[in-house]
């Protein structure tokens, strides 16, 4: 009989460990792609977004809104906006008044990066479906709030007064200043990426989504093959047991890495593969919707105690106030919606059923509720 010689089979823990690192690799790739596009679109719309927020000095509360939704959605980063309104409300270019409803409006405009991430999956009918769902469930969450909170505050004040009372509470206490491990490590493939393109905002644009797209695709193949029933047993087990530790996890993990729209997005490809349904992803994005204020807490409570003996205090202070204002509403959202958290998701799985029957309707989602309606009443407040 004839034997056969055949080659040693690769042992299970090395098979394990080349789809970890190779996880880790294509993860890498998908937050450079993410971290290009953000700059891409920092270097188009930072001027023109300044001179947008700059037409809500006299602007009433809804216009305020659409300002802060639209100059969002065009740099891509609730955190960037906040920072402007909050630059533009210490020099007196925009009253306190008018900036509570633009970071408002920039807390909605922050969510299109996962919506957008999602499309990723759109060649794939269940699961984009799943990940579909899981991007959308931010947009309707933080919808939800605004149409609960936003008349509440105009009527009553009352995220101004908690505010107010913040501000009084934190007076003398100084800042920190927060380093960014993900974009430290991003950086220079960034960096790269700016200098291949020549400084052209719209081929590192379209560099970053084509990178964030094959990262996607590759992520999801990788984490299907590292076998999804353990790892959906290892969240089970640990860090998405239960909603409250979900919501911990999603608002510590955004503290650390100061951006929201990475960490939603992140959950967008693990709900896609299935590792993770949409109910233990939604409070981890609940959490993640606090912890992006965290930032803006720290860099108000920094410029506030940097005010020296003499000078005009007032201007430092307004700043501090609108963080808190900003903390306030999220962390009232999350107490309004914590309670009936089924209804966001029951919405936002409904919606990503109907987008099933036709493609079409993500992209016309995405480019009208946050390019067109908020640039039309804009333009027409105007």
């Known amino acids: 009989m004839a034997s056969s010689i055949t080659a040693p089979e690769q042992p299970q823990g090395s098979r394990i460990l080349l789809k970890i690192l190779a996880a880790a690799a294509v993860l890498y790739l998908f937050l450079v792609g993410i971290g290009a596009m953000g700059a891409a679109f920092k270097g188009m719309g930072k001027s023109f977004s300044e001179d947008l927020l700059g037409t809500g000095t006299a602007a009433g509360p809804l216009i305020s809104l659409f300002v802060g939704i639209l100059a969002t959605t065009l740099v891509q980063s609730s955190s960037t906006t906040t920072s402007l309104v909050v630059g533009l409300v210490a020099a007196d270019m925009i009253p306190f008044d008018s900036a509570i409803y633009m970071v408002m409006g920039a807390n909605v405009g922050t969510t299109v990066t996962n919506t957008i991430v999602s499309l990723g999956h759109i060649s794939r009918s269940e699961e984009y479906r799943r990940a579909f769902a ?32 913040s501000t009084d509470a934190f007076k003398g206490i100084g800042g920190l200043k927060l380093a960014n491990p993900i974009k430290t490590i991003t950086a220079p493939a960034i960096d790269f990426l700016e200098w291949v393109t020549m400084g052209s905002s719209g081929a590192l644009a379209i560099a970053g989504v084509a990178l964030t797209f094959v990262g996607l695709f590759l992520l999801v193949r990788v984490l299907k093959s590292l076998m999804v029933a353990k790892l959906e047993n290892l969240f089970d087990r640990t860090v998405f047991r239960t909603p409250a530790i979900a919501l911990a996890f999603g608002l510590l993990l955004t503290v650390i890495v100061q951006s929201s729209s990475i960490t939603t997005s992140l959950v967008v490809p693990l709900c896609g593969a299935g590792v993770l349904t949409i109910r233990q992803a939604f409070p981890y994005t609940m959490g993640a919707n606090i912890g992006t204020t965290f930032t803006a807490v720290l860099a108000s409570l920094a410029a506030y105690a ?77």
Do not use: C, Q
């Not at 899981?134 to 505010?163: C, K, Q, R, S, Y």
């Not at 089924?342 to 509720?369: C, E, H, K």
């Open 306 to 382: 940097a005010v020296s003996a003499g000078e005009d205090i007032s201007k430092a202070e307004a700043g501090l106030r609108l963080a808190f204002h900003h903390v306030l509403f999220n962390v009232v959202g999350v107490a309004i919606l914590w309670p009936v958290r089924g209804f966001p998701i029951a919405v936002a799985d409904g919606f990503a059923r109907l987008a099933m029957r036709n493609r079409t309707i993500p992209v016309l989602y995405i480019v009208f509720t946050f390019y067109i309606l908020p640039f039309l009443v804009v333009w027409l407040g105007r």
């Open 134 to 165: 899981a991007a959308t469930v931010h947009d309707f969450f933080n919808i939800i709030v605004l149409l609960i909170v936003f008349p509440l505050e105009i009527f009553t004040g009352f995220l101004t007064h908690l505010a107010d009372y």
